[in-house]
C-alpha cells in the first residue's frame, strides 16, 4: 500500500511538470526552433527544383535571380543566428547584427520587386508561360508584407516583445516561395494558408505562455490577411483593370 501511495503523487508530479515543459520549450526555443523549421522547408521545397530552374537551367536564368536567392538564403541564415543570439543572451552581438539586417531587409524589397518583374517578363517571352502575368500580386503582396512588417520592426527595435513578432511574421510572409513548390498546396493555391499557419504557431505560443495574444498580432494580422486575399483574387480573378496593369508593368 505504500508503495502504492507514493506512486500517486510521482504520476500527479510527472504530469503537472508537463505543461511546464510546454511552456519552458515555447519561451526558450520557440523562434529558435522556427527558423530551423522554415530553413529546413527551403532545402525541402527547392532540393527539388534549384538543379533545373537555376544551376542547371536551360534556357539559363537571368543572374539578378541568383542574386535574389543568395539574398534570400542570407536572410534566412541571419534569421537563425539572431534567434540564437537571443537564445544565448548575446542580445549587443544581436543588435548590432540588427543593422545589418534591416540593411539585408531593404536590399530584398528592392530586389524582390524587381526580380519578380524580370522573371515574370522572362517565363512570358523566353519559356512562353501562358496566364503568369496575374502571379504579379502575389509575388508584390510578399514584398509589401515583408517590408511592411520590417520597417515595423525596426521602428519598435526597442520594444522586444513587438520587434521579434514583426520579424518572425515578415519572415513567415517570405514563406511563399517556398509553399507555393509544394505541388498540392501551389496548385490549390494554398500558399497564403500555409504560412498564417506558421504565424498561428506564434500566436499559440503568446497563449501558452500568456494566457493571451499578443497585440501586435492582433493588429498586424488582420492586415496581413486583407492584403493576401486582395493579391489571391487578383491572382485568381484576373480583373481588367488588372491586365492592364500588369501588362503596363511587365511591358508585354
Keep these: ?9 510521482a504520476r500527479i508530479a510527472r504530469e503537472a511538470s508537463a505543461p511546464n515543459q510546454l511552456k ?3 519561451s526558450r526555443y520557440f523562434y529558435f526552433s522556427m527558423a530551423l523549421l522554415m530553413a529546413g ?18 534556357p539559363p536564368r537571368p543572374l539578378l535571380l541568383w542574386f535574389h536567392g543568395a539574398v534570400f538564403t542570407a536572410w534566412i541564415v541571419l534569421f537563425i543566428v539572431q534567434s540564437a543570439l537571443v537564445r544565448v543572451r548575446k542580445v549587443r552581438v544581436h543588435r548590432t547584427l540588427g543593422w545589418l539586417g ?3 531587409a531593404a536590399i530584398m524589397v528592392v ?11 522572362f517565363e512570358m517571352t523566353v519559356l512562353h508561360s501562358k496566364n503568369v502575368a496575374s502571379f504579379l500580386s ?43 513548390r509544394f505541388h498540392y498546396i501551389g496548385h490549390h493555391d494554398l500558399f497564403f494558408p500555409a504560412l498564417d499557419v506558421l504565424i498561428g504557431a506564434g500566436m499559440l505560443r503568446d497563449l501558452v505562455l500568456d494566457g493571451r ?32 496593369a500588369t501588362l503596363a508593368i511587365l511591358g508585354s
Aim: hydrophobic content about 60%; overall charge positive; aromatic content about 14%.
Design 138 to 180: 502575389i509575388l508584390w503582396c510578399d514584398m509589401i508584407i515583408f517590408g511592411g512588417c520590417m520597417a515595423l520592426a525596426i521602428y519598435f527595435r526597442k520594444r522586444p516583445e513587438y520587434h521579434r513578432r514583426l520579424v518572425f511574421m515578415a519572415t513567415c510572409q517570405l514563406m511563399q516561395a517556398i509553399f507555393v
Design 41 to 58: 522547408l527551403a532545402v525541402w521545397a527547392f532540393s527539388d527544383t534549384v538543379d533545373a530552374h537555376l544551376l542547371h537551367a536551360k
Design 1 to 9: 500500500m505504500a508503495t502504492g501511495s507514493a506512486a500517486v503523487p
Design 102 to 104: 534591416a540593411a539585408l
Design 24 to 26: 519552458r520549450f515555447f
Design 213 to 244: 495574444v499578443n497585440r501586435v498580432y492582433l493588429y498586424v494580422l488582420p492586415a496581413i490577411i486583407v492584403l493576401q486575399s486582395l493579391a489571391t483574387y487578383l491572382k485568381l480573378v484576373n480583373p481588367r483593370w488588372w491586365q492592364a
Design 111 to 121: 530586389s524582390g520587386l524587381i526580380v519578380s518583374v524580370v522573371m515574370l517578363r
